[in-house]
């Protein structure tokens, strides 16, 4: 969706010219496809970081123009909401001290974001969803200044016809209803790349899918939005329901959502971007001059940008992208799965365990997704999402006697998963200081059974318990949160409470032992 955007309205003629444009583009893919037109292995991957903006006290600030203006570095972009950034890290070739390399590069743009963000009064925050967040906060005013995100509400409110509601039932209920797409900016998510020939493509996206609800159940760092406390991870449902096309009829007649896990595995990429043109009407109707097929028939590359922009409003936990660089294509899968934070070192801990457990699936004779059903992959993701790393999850019982298992998260990786991402990360050669220390990061988490998501609601309810209200104890939570993510030490290691003894922050206020 970064493509620049001009917010013109669209008739009935651009949108049927628009549908016979993705169809040239649909034909030029797979005949790119067909002549074996795409980019040899490099092992590259890519990171991206959403990020929010509060200030000292803990609270949301909208001006990441301002902020922007201020970093001044290409590295840094607008989101979708004013109190939003993104950071975008330049590809790497996996292997090495490639982690380490990557955690020091996030230290230093952040650090350098953030001393910038400081001088008007915010800071940066890596966090599923902000917690200081209020309903109010998220409207159409709030929208970043940038014509692709105006026009994408105006289509999206426009496809919808009524305000979207948002119900969600957790250890709380939020009910609310918004008029614009502005709730969605509430998520804030890493997102990791992955550049796969076309032969291996279908092998990573399904590992992908399959360990999704384990990287949500380690990873889980979003168990509040609005003031209540939700899902342990709670931007899926957030993010699939404030972006709701469907009205509720069609939601009755089983219309797929924009924002989905998926209904099945598949056999090439291809499948992917067909099934997005078939089943999901077009937002952006923009087309460019370029006819793809002429283009092949010349011995050129096509840049399929309607595809790639259609491909753009289908909001899959992993999603297909096509991509050319230098002439050459090649295609990507881009795994949303995992929310931002809580540190640098949370996060690329995370990545090293996801790019080491996908390669040794996408390797294993016996691929996961041959034994496990993708309903069940799909139920995994729901309840990692709604217990974070107390879930327990359906998984292929190892051995030749088949079967599947329900078995405890923290005991699935650690028995089983840990060591196929260790040599997973053998296989792409990564060092094995680097390995064993990002993927310790991981097995603590499990062995103490705690996340970010974790760590907020047990602060959070400790500082209930020292007599804050509900959002005093939101915005001092925040504080503690921000306090220790500008540490660095992984979340796992974090004191639970306000302060570094774990009790109540000093001035708060304690209610008396007599309960006068």
């Given at each position: 969706m970064g493509e620049k955007v001009v917010a013109d309205g669209f008739d009935l003629s651009d949108r049927q010219k628009y549908?016979?444009?993705?169809?040239?583009?649909?034909?030029?893919?797979?005949?790119?496809?067909?002549?074996?037109?795409?980019?040899?292995?490099?092992?590259?991957?890519?990171?991206?970081?959403?990020?929010n903006l509060a200030g000292?006290?803990?609270?949301?600030?909208?001006?990441?123009?301002?902020?922007?203006?201020?970093?001044?570095?290409?590295?840094?972009?607008?989101?979708?909401?004013?109190?939003?950034?993104?950071?975008?890290?330049?590809?790497?070739?996996?292997?090495?001290?490639?982690?380490?390399?990557?955690?020091?590069?996030l230290r230093a743009g952040l650090g350098y974001a953030d001393r910038k963000a400081r001088e008007v009064d915010a800071g940066v925050l890596m966090?599923?969803?902000?917690?200081?967040?209020?309903?109010?906060?998220?409207?159409?005013?709030?929208?970043?200044?940038?014509?692709?995100?105006?026009?994408?509400?105006?289509?999206?409110?426009?496809?919808?016809?009524?305000?979207?509601?948002?119900?969600?039932?957790?250890?709380?209920?939020?009910?609310?209803?918004?008029?614009?797409?502005?709730?969605?900016?509430?998520?804030?998510?890493?997102?990791?790349?992955?550049?796969?020939?076309?032969?291996?493509?279908?092998?990573?996206?399904?590992?992908?899918?399959?360990?999704?609800?384990?990287?949500?159940?380690?990873?889980?760092?979003?168990?509040?939005?609005?003031?209540?406390?939700?899902w342990r991870e709670s931007r899926p449902p957030l993010f699939q329901q404030s972006i709701d096309t469907r009205p509720p009829e069609l939601q009755a007649q089983g219309v797929r959502p924009r924002t989905w896990f998926g209904e099945r595995w598949v056999d090439s990429a291809y499948d992917l971007f067909e099934e997005n043109l078939r089943w999901f009407p077009p937002l952006l109707p923009l087309m460019d001059d370029e006819d793809p097929l002429r283009v092949l028939d010349e011995g050129g590359v096509p840049s399929l940008q309607e595809l790639v922009l259609h491909n753009g409003t289908v909001y899959r936990w992993n999603r297909p992208v096509y991509g050319v660089v230098d002439g050459v294509p090649h295609l990507r899968v881009e795994n949303r799965v995992l929310p931002a934070g809580p540190t640098v070192t949370d996060v690329i801990a995370n990545a090293a365990f996801y790019y080491g457990l996908v390669r040794a699936l996408a390797d294993d004779p016996r691929p996961v997704w041959k034994r496990l059903p993708f309903a069940d992959a799909a139920e995994n993701f729901d309840v990692a999402c709604r217990h974070g790393i107390e879930a327990e999850l359906r998984w292929p019982r190892p051995g030749r006697g088949g079967g599947i298992a329900t078995v405890p998260a923290v005991k699935l990786v650690r028995d089983e998963l840990l060591p196929l991402a260790a040599a997973g990360l053998d296989a792409w050669q990564i060092e094995p200081a680097d390995r064993?220390?990002?993927?310790?990061?991981?097995?603590?988490?499990?062995?103490?059974?705690?996340?970010?998501?974790?760590?907020?609601?047990?602060?959070?309810?400790?500082?209930?318990?020292?007599?804050?209200?509900?959002?005093?104890?939101?915005?001092?939570?925040?504080?503690?949160?921000?306090?220790?993510?500008?540490?660095?030490?992984?979340?796992?290691?974090?004191?639970?409470?306000?302060?570094?003894?774990?009790?109540?922050?000093?001035?708060?206020?304690?209610?008396?032992?007599?309960?006068?």
């Open positions: 549908r016979r444009k993705l169809q040239q583009c649909l034909a030029g893919l797979a005949r790119l496809l067909a002549e074996k037109r795409f980019d040899r292995p490099r092992n590259l991957m890519g990171l991206e970081i959403e990020l000292t006290d803990g609270m949301p600030r909208m001006m990441n123009a301002e902020v922007l203006e201020r970093i001044a570095s290409h590295d840094f972009q607008t989101e979708l909401g004013m109190f939003n950034l993104e950071v975008n890290i330049a590809p790497h070739r996996l292997g090495g001290r490639v982690f380490d390399q990557l955690a020091e590069e966090i599923g969803i902000l917690p200081t967040l209020a309903h109010g906060d998220m409207v159409t005013g709030n929208l970043s200044a940038v014509d692709r995100y105006m026009l994408l509400n105006d289509q999206i409110v426009a496809a919808r016809g009524e305000d979207f509601a948002l119900d969600i039932q957790g250890v709380e209920r939020l009910c609310c209803s918004s008029s614009s797409i502005a709730c969605e900016a509430a998520c804030t998510s890493v997102q990791l790349h992955l550049q796969v020939t076309p032969g291996r493509f279908a092998a990573v996206w399904n590992a992908a899918q399959a360990v999704a609800a384990v990287q949500v159940a380690v990873g889980a760092n979003a168990p509040f939005l609005f003031g209540r406390e939700l064993d220390f990002y993927l310790g990061v991981i097995e603590e988490r499990c062995r103490r059974r705690t996340n970010g998501a974790a760590w907020q609601a047990e602060t959070f309810h400790r500082a209930r318990a020292a007599g804050l209200d509900r959002e005093e104890a939101l915005a001092a939570m925040t504080r503690r949160y921000t306090e220790l993510m500008h540490t660095g030490e992984p979340v796992h290691t974090w004191p639970v409470g306000l302060d570094a003894s774990g009790g109540p922050a000093a001035g708060s206020v304690v209610p008396d032992a007599s309960g006068a």
